[in-house]
C-alpha cells in the first residue's frame, strides 16, 4: 500500500493498524480497505472447458477464467454476466454457484484484496471471441485441464474443485 498522506487532512504519517483500515491520528480519519468482490466462470460445452489467455498484468500471458471485478451498485451474477459479455461477446444461461476463495491482485502498485466467487455453466462456443482484457481463448479436455498455467491461486483452487481433485497442502509458515 503506498498511500501516505492522509486524504481528508492531508498529515504524514498515516498508520495501518489492520490490513483492511489506514489510520490517520492526526485528523481521526479511517479508510476501510475491504476486500473487492469479483467473480469468475468455469463454462463448458460437452466434455471441455474454456479458459482464457491473460492479455495484461498481473499474470500476463497465463490462463484465467473469464470474469472480473463486481462494479459498485452492481450484484454479483450481474457482474459476472456483464464481464462474460465485455470478455467474450457471450450471453450465458444458468450459472449455478460452486465457492468463493480469497485472492490478491496487485495492480498499479496496490495489492488489491478481493473475494472471488466461481460459478460453473455451459456455454454456446459458436461466435465466442475474445475481447478487453482476453488476449485468446483456449478450449481444454475436462480430463487435461493445465492448473498450474493459471494465474490465480483462488481459480486454481476453484478448477480443483471442479474436476474433483485435491488442493495442494499449504506451504509451511
Ligand atoms: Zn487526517
Same mark, same amino acid.
Given at each position: ?16 493498524? %489492520? ?26 460445452? *460437452? ?26 451498485? $452492481?450484484?454479483? %451474477?450481474?457482474? #459476472?454476466?456483464? $464481464?462474460?459479455? %465485455? $470478455?467474450?461477446?457471450? %450471453? ?5 454457484? #460452486? *465457492?468463493? @476463495?480469497?485472492?490478491? /491482485? ?5 495489492? /488489491? ?25 483456449? @478450449? ?5 485441464? +493445465?492448473? $498450474?498455467?493459471?494465474?490465480?491461486? !483462488?481459480?486454481? !483452487?476453484?478448477?480443483?474443485? /471442479? ?7 499449504? +506451504?509451511?509458515?
Amino acid at each position: 500500500m503506498t498511500m501516505r498522506y492522509c486524504p481528508s487532512c492531508g498529515a504524514d504519517g498515516l498508520a495501518r493498524p %489492520e490490513l483492511k483500515k489506514v489510520h490517520c491520528p492526526a485528523c481521526g480519519f479511517t479508510l476501510y480497505l475491504n476486500a473487492a468482490a469479483a467473480a469468475a466462470a468455469i463454462l463448458t460445452d *460437452g466434455d471441455r472447458i474454456l479458459l482464457t489467455v491473460r492479455a495484461r498484468d498481473p499474470g500476463k500471458g497465463m490462463l484465467d477464467l473469464p470474469g472480473g471485478f463486481t462494479d459498485p451498485g $452492481e450484484g454479483i %451474477e450481474d457482474g #459476472l454476466r456483464r $464481464e462474460l459479455r %465485455e $470478455e467474450l461477446g457471450v %450471453e450465458v444461461g444458468h450459472l449455478t454457484y #460452486l *465457492g468463493s @476463495w480469497p485472492n490478491t /491482485y496487485p495492480y498499479g502498485g496496490v495489492t /488489491y484484496t478481493t473475494c472471488d466467487v466461481v460459478f460453473t455453466g455451459m456455454v454456446d462456443p459458436t461466435g465466442l471471441q475474445a475481447f478487453d482484457d482476453v488476449a485468446a481463448l483456449e @478450449w481444454h479436455p475436462l480430463a487435461t485441464v +493445465p492448473i $498450474e498455467r493459471v494465474a490465480f491461486p !483462488s481459480l486454481r !483452487s476453484a478448477l480443483r474443485r /471442479y474436476l474433483g481433485k485435491m488442493d495442494p497442502p499449504s +506451504p509451511a509458515t
